[in-house]
């Protein structure tokens, strides 16, 4: 399996490493990073300067174009520890696959798979003590790419940085989700960048997404952009319902929606577990429908952070539906389960997800 040549990649040990001063029983998710950090230029077209180096601030030009047109884009991923102490990544070649379908949209050069891997495996080997061997503890992975020529005339950067940072993360707490149907602003909208992982994407999603907060609502179900009728995401997570015995979600087909590697992984589990798929446009009216006739019995996102985040209640213009009591929801229990033991080498991997080093 492991048959990636090394990249050629320059390594800068720090002194001394952070990690007994890092309290693992109070992590607060992307604040604290471990010691070392990845780093890549893009210059007269090709990658070079391959380097591992402690994890520390860089120099960047006041012009470095990301900081003006936001051409930005990033990953996100895990790794774990099984029971004999070795780390796997999940999927991560799809990560590879999505950071270049993020980039061609956004008009940037693609990494080569073989530079991705190796890079974040080299990181991960330096770092390998930062990788949590706790149950619900993980190494989150952050790859990203931004323009950083010096140049404010709007065209493609002919210059880039390719790094990678990580940081330990605890448990997901399971506070209650709920979330309130949007109909005024928007995530994505088709011919633009919803499928990409923009960094463009979070911005625009801040200000609604605050609104909702403050209504107490921990997310958005964003709908899509020209009538507000159809379901498209659930905050930074694909979503999903159970209407009967039915698991729908919206299709990626036009591009607005995230093809989340999660989303995938459940909907394949789901399948072989013989439940029906539909992936499909899926209109707020008949989830609204369902959950008032009691065929909604399960709503949950999908995505890396939390692998599968239940939803408590769901509104739409300020009727409260909520959703059956989460124990009792066998589907989501079930296959939020077998992922979590797929990533953590608890069963056996049959679909080849687990990359292991
Ligand atoms: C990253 C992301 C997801 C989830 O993708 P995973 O590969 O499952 O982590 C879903 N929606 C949006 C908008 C995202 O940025």
Redesign the pocket.
């Given at each position: 399996m492991n048959t990636i040549s090394k990249t050629k990649i320059q390594i800068e040990k720090i002194k001394e490493s952070k990690l007994p001063l890092v309290n693992f029983k109070n992590l607060q998710f992307g604040k604290i990073f471990s010691d070392h950090m990845f780093m890549a230029d893009y210059k007269n077209g090709e990658w070079q300067n391959l380097k591992i180096l402690p994890f520390a601030p860089i120099e960047l030009s006041p012009s470095c174009a990301a900081l003006h047109y936001g051409q930005a884009i990033f990953e996100?991923m895990k790794a774990y520890k099984n029971n004999k102490n070795e780390i796997m990544l999940f999927r991560p070649f799809a990560n590879a696959k999505r950071i270049n379908s993020s980039a061609k949209r956004l008009c940037m050069p693609e990494i080569p798979e073989e530079l991705f891997i190796d890079a974040i495996k080299q990181l991960v080997k330096i770092d390998a003590d930062w990788v949590p061997a706790l149950e619900g503890y993980s190494l989150y992975i952050r790859p990203f790419l931004f323009a950083s020529e010096e140049l404010l005339g709007v065209r493609p950067s002919e210059e880039y940085k390719f790094m990678i940072i990580t940081c330990p993360v605890g448990a997901y707490y399971n506070e209650e989700v709920h979330v309130k149907i949007e109909t005024e602003f928007s995530r994505a909208s088709e011919g633009g960048v919803g499928f990409a992982?923009a960094a463009g994407?979070y911005a625009t999603a801040l200000y609604p997404a605050k609104l909702g907060q403050d209504q107490g609502y921990k997310q958005l179900v964003w709908t899509d952009a020209k009538e507000h009728k159809y379901i498209e995401?659930s905050g930074?997570?694909?979503v999903m319902f159970q209407i009967g015995d039915t698991l729908v979600t919206p299709s990626t087909e036009l591009k607005t929606i995230?093809a989340?590697?999660?989303?995938d992984s459940v909907l394949t589990l789901a399948r072989e577990l013989g439940i029906k798929v539909e992936e499909r446009r899926v209109s707020v009216e008949e989830v609204i429908a369902a959950a008032r006739n009691g065929q909604l019995k399960d709503a949950f996102g999908?995505?890396?952070a939390a692998t599968l985040a239940q939803i408590s209640s769901i509104t739409f213009n300020n009727e409260r539906f909520t959703l059956p009591a989460i124990e009792t929801r066998k589907l989501s229990n079930e296959i939020g389960k077998l992922i979590q033991d797929i990533k953590r080498g608890r069963v056996a991997d049959t679909h080849d997800w687990v990359y292991q080093f």
């Open positions: 996100g992982k994407n995401e930074t997570m694909n995230l989340g590697i999660t989303r999908t995505g890396t």
